[in-house]
């Protein structure tokens, strides 16, 4: 049953990075969108063809065709989600910034853990945290990549300059 505005809210399988140049440490990194304009379209025909077509056929497999005919996608916006090479999060104190406590990154997934995780930060900020969880969140842990098809490997730049014409 949609929501009372009529607006039906999904994440989808449609996954892209922005992949800079980080002057500070000189390493190429994927970073999120710091002007709103490129990471969300108020309107159909402003929405890259790429990712209209993607939204489209994940709307398609989750309803149907046949019902998936009668919905139409009006806007889009893309959410950024931090992950790490081994899909794990930081959470942890900074081992050079005194006071400085981290928690972030993960994986794709992460966002479902989020009315659990706050128990572990708040046992990493009482030192309570398990030796275990203490070494699979710490910052300076060996990153091991870990194999997941769902890390994306498309660059923004490929599909951004693509629209759907106009109607």
């Known amino acids: 049953m949609p929501p009372v505005d009529g607006l039906l809210k999904f ?5 892209i990075k922005n992949t800079v140049l980080h002057p500070a440490s000189g390493q190429y990194i994927s970073m999120p969108f710091t002007d709103k304009m490129k990471s969300q379209w108020t309107s159909p025909e402003d929405i890259p063809r790429k990712l209209r077509e993607e939204l489209d056929s994940v709307i398609k497999n989750i309803y149907g065709k046949k019902e998936a005919d009668d919905l139409k996608t009006t806007t889009m916006r893309l959410c950024w ?9 930081f959470i942890c104190p900074h081992p050079r910034c ?8 993960g994986s794709f997934h992460g966002w479902k853990f ?7 930060v708040v046992q990493m900020l009482r030192g309570t945290l398990s030796e ?4 699979r969140w710490s910052w300076d842990r060996p990153l091991h990549p870990y194999p997941n098809p769902d890390r994306p490997d498309r ?3 490929d599909i951004k300059a693509e629209r759907v014409s106009r109607l």
């Open 11 to 15: 994440i989808s399988d449609v996954s």
């Open 81 to 89: 989600d931090g992950i790490t090479a081994d899909d794990n999060w």
């Open 155 to 157: 660059e923004w730049w």
């Open 132 to 135: 275990e969880m203490a070494q």
């Open 98 to 105: 005194k006071n400085l406590f981290i928690a972030t990154a």
């Open 114 to 120: 989020l009315p659990i995780v706050g128990k572990y």
